[in-house]
């Protein structure tokens, strides 16, 4: 069974801080990573795909990587209005481009 | 550009009575549909997902069902909502190489 786990489940950071977040995963045949950001009562948004161990994807402060286990979002230098929830998924192959299994998400909160 | 809406925001029902939540999408064709269960302090689980009109396949047994009339148009209803049915309830689509994109969801409270 596909499993996901996402640590740590909250962080609180100062603005300015840098950190990173940690998605460990465990799937046969990975077929993307997904991290996705979720503020509170909204639907998640979508950030970045990782495929292969070594890949990195970089928006704004934020730096996503890819090894054969686990994932890090890297956050540098946050802002207050990066905090949200951040959500990992994974997809297993033979399945829909939609079915992730998803972690419980990090709750991350930068205090200005 | 595509969108997708979702209805309504915030629902407050009373355990036994019925559901439905629904959602369309715009600026595509044929997508990939799915409902996603989010419970609180858990992650998004996958509840349903829809390749065709009529195709729905479901992933968890539940009090729930999904049902697509049209092209664009996903629906989840019960018949007798439980407390174990409360959750933030979202909706999503793809289409074939692309990313999973969400809706805005529905706060659901049973009582």
């Known amino acids: 069974e596909d499993q996901v786990t996402q640590s740590p489940e909250a962080l609180r950071l100062q603005e300015g801080e840098s950190s990173s977040l940690n998605c460990s995963y465990t799937?046969?045949?990975?077929?993307?990573l997904f991290w996705y950001r979720q503020d509170p009562g909204k639907g998640p948004e979508f950030l970045f795909t990782?495929?292969?161990a070594g890949e990195e994807k970089e928006k704004e402060r934020l730096k996503a990587t890819l090894t054969k286990k686990e994932s890090f979002l890297h956050i540098t230098a946050p802002k207050p209005e990066d905090s949200a929830t951040y959500l990992c998924?994974?997809?297993?192959?033979?399945?829909?481009?939609?079915?992730?299994?998803f972690g419980q998400g990090t709750i991350l909160t930068v205090h200005p | 550009s595509q969108t997708i809406h979702q209805w309504p925001a915030t629902l407050v029902q009373p355990v036994g009575s019925p559901l439905s939540l629904e959602c369309t999408v715009e600026?595509?064709?044929?997508?990939?549909l799915y409902w996603y269960r989010q419970a609180a302090g858990r992650g998004l689980q996958l509840l349903f997902y829809?390749?065709?009109?009529?195709?729905i396949s479901s992933e968890v047994p539940q009090n729930l069902s999904a049902s697509r009339p049209q092209d664009r148009q996903f629906i989840l209803s019960s018949k007798k909502l439980l407390l174990s049915d409360s959750g933030f309830y979202l909706c999503?689509?793809?289409?074939?190489?692309?990313?999973?994109?969400f809706g805005s969801g529905t706060q659901l409270s049973v009582l």
């Open positions: 600026g595509t064709s044929n997508p990939n």
């Open positions: 999503a689509w793809s289409v074939p190489g692309k990313k999973l994109f």
């Open positions: 799937v046969s045949g990975l077929r993307g």
């Open positions: 990782l495929y292969s």
């Open positions: 998924a994974v997809r297993a192959p033979g399945t829909s481009y939609g079915k992730l299994t």
């Open positions: 829809s390749v065709g009109i009529g195709q």
